[in-house]
Each structure stands twice: as C-alpha cells, then as structure tokens.
C-alpha cells in the first residue's frame, strides 16, 4: 500500500486501490477513486456516530457504478408496483369496461419487468462493485428483487400453466 505523504494537515490518500477517498480541495467531502481517476460526483464523509458504520455508509452509496444506480432506483420500481398490486388485487384499482383479473395480469407483468430489470442491473452492479463501489446497494436490490420483484414471474408461470386467464 502506497500512500501520498504531503503536509502534516492533509489527509493520506491510498492511490493503490479503488475507494472512497477524502478531497483534499473540499474538506468533509470524498469521492471515489479508481486507481487512476476521480470518478462520479462527490459525497459527504459519513458521520461517525451514525447507526451504520462508515464502511457501510460507503458501501450504499452506487458512487460511479452505473448499474448499482440502476438497481437503487429498481428497488423503489419494485416497492411500487407491489403497492400497484395490491392495490389491483383487492380492488381498489379498477378501469371502465376492463376485466380485474386483466389488471392483475397486467400488474404482474409490470412487476416482473421491473424485478428482471432489477435483479440484471443488481448482478451486473456487483460484478463491477470491486473496481466502482455500490456493493452493499446491489445487494440490497438483489435480495428486493428476489423477494418481491420475482414473485410475479412465479405467479405469471402459475398463470400460465394452469391453462391462462
């Protein structure tokens, strides 16, 4: 592990690997480092009396990797159309001169797109976590669209097997 030595005041920047580092141009702030380069935009330095640990913090955070963002928003798309469901399913939802159990199907649809989307977006955000950060987030997206984005994918598969609507 190398490490920038400059003034006694500066913070040590570990240029060896990718991580959040702290900017030296912008103190109480950090921002991901590739290795190389500063990539995404900067992010406050977690607060060390928070009820998650830094490296947590950290962790939540999609930083530069596109996907992790992808699945964080997939994650809300996801509690959404389960709301959107639910809502289908007991009536609350209806459309003029459209059969409920169209809508049901429909609803299951939209949410099994959006948990497909997800769970993609999650495993491909994990494959590039090592080198652009995000990992925790797709986890968490990838356990959300498991749980609750592929249940109608089973649901449509049940659906469909027992001869349609």
Same mark, same amino acid.
């Given at each position: 592990?190398?490490?920038?030595?400059?003034?006694?005041?500066?913070?040590?920047?570990?240029?060896?690997?990718?991580?959040?580092?702290?900017?030296?141009?912008?103190?109480?702030?950090?921002?991901?480092?590739?290795?190389?380069?500063?990539?995404?935009?900067?992010?406050?330095?977690?607060?060390?009396?928070?009820?998650?640990?830094?490296?947590?913090?950290?962790?939540? %955070?999609? #930083?530069?990797?596109?996907? *992790?963002?992808? @699945?964080?928003?997939?994650?809300?798309?996801?509690? $959404?159309?389960? +709301? &959107?469901?639910?809502?289908?399913?007991?009536?609350?939802?209806?459309?003029?001169?459209?059969?409920?159990?169209?809508?049901?199907?429909?609803?299951?649809?939209?949410?099994?797109?959006?948990?497909?989307?997800?769970?993609?977006?999650?495993?491909?955000?994990?494959?590039?976590?090592? %080198?652009? #950060?995000?990992?925790?987030? *797709?986890?968490? @997206?990838?356990?959300?669209?498991?749980?609750?984005? $592929?249940?109608? +994918? &089973?649901?449509?598969?049940?659906?469909?097997?027992?001869?349609?609507?």
């Amino acid at each position: 592990m190398s490490s920038d030595l400059r003034d006694d005041d500066e913070p040590d920047l570990d240029h060896s690997s990718a991580g959040w580092q702290p900017m030296i141009d912008r103190p109480g702030y950090e921002q991901w480092f590739d290795g190389a380069e500063w990539r995404g935009r900067p992010h406050r330095e977690p607060d060390p009396f928070s009820a998650f640990t830094p490296d947590l913090t950290r962790s939540l %955070r999609p #930083g530069p990797n596109r996907a *992790a963002r992808i @699945a964080r928003i997939g994650i809300v798309g996801i509690l $959404l159309s389960f +709301v &959107l469901q639910t809502l289908v399913a007991t009536d609350t939802i209806t459309v003029p001169n459209v059969e409920q159990i169209t809508l049901v199907v429909a609803s299951l649809i939209v949410a099994a797109t959006i948990g497909v989307g997800t769970a993609v977006a999650s495993a491909l955000a994990l494959r590039a976590a090592p %080198r652009l #950060g995000g990992r925790a987030i *797709a986890s968490l @997206a990838l356990g959300t669209s498991i749980l609750l984005g $592929l249940a109608p +994918v &089973l649901l449509l598969v049940a659906i469909g097997l027992a001869g349609g609507v």
